[in-house]
């Protein structure tokens, strides 16, 4: 991460953001379920949302600061099935940020019954623009 993005850091370990996504019929199967490869759409809105809680955007640190989010590792704990027309939280936080590794954690929960969906922990990289 640059500088700017650096310090944006500090404190950014207490933050968690929870995100709410109505399933959507083309997100699922002929059997109404969600197909896997969504679970990522989702922890990427996640994670978008989270750093707008930091108080910047994916825009502004690739524009401003030259600093983007790479998935280098992606695998996901699907722990239960997703309907169509359920309504899950996206649970966002950052695990661990480093000089240019950021490990994000997500959690995918049933609103109403809090019942865990999916976990995932991902490691990105943050390679800076040259």
């Given at each position: 991460?640059?500088?700017?993005?650096?310090?944006?850091?500090?404190?950014?370990?207490?933050?968690?953001?929870?995100?709410?996504?109505?399933?959507?019929?083309?997100?699922?199967?002929?059997?109404?379920?969600?197909?896997?490869?969504?679970?990522?759409?989702?922890?990427?809105?996640?994670?978008?949302?989270?750093?707008?809680q930091?108080?910047?955007?994916?825009?502004?640190?690739?524009?401003?600061?030259g600093?983007?989010?790479?998935?280098?590792?992606?695998?996901?704990?699907?722990?239960?099935?997703v309907?169509?027309?359920?309504?899950?939280?996206?649970?966002?936080?950052?695990?661990?940020?480093?000089?240019?590794?950021?490990?994000?954690?997500?959690?995918?929960?049933?609103?109403?019954?809090?019942?865990?969906?999916?976990?995932?922990?991902?490691?990105?990289?943050?390679?800076?623009?040259?």
């Amino acid at each position: 991460m640059s500088g700017q993005a650096a310090s944006r850091s500090v404190n950014m370990k207490q933050v968690v953001n929870e995100t709410r996504i109505r399933v959507r019929y083309a997100e699922t199967d002929q059997m109404g379920v969600v197909y896997h490869s969504n679970h990522f759409i989702w922890f990427e809105v996640g994670r978008v949302e989270l750093l707008r809680q930091l108080g910047f955007t994916y825009k502004e640190m690739e524009r401003e600061d030259g600093c983007f989010i790479a998935v280098a590792d992606a695998r996901c704990r699907y722990k239960a099935p997703v309907l169509y027309d359920d309504e899950v939280v996206v649970r966002t936080w950052l695990n661990n940020v480093r000089d240019k590794l950021i490990h994000f954690g997500y959690e995918l929960l049933r609103v109403g019954s809090g019942e865990l969906l999916a976990e995932a922990r991902p490691r990105t990289l943050s390679p800076t623009r040259k």
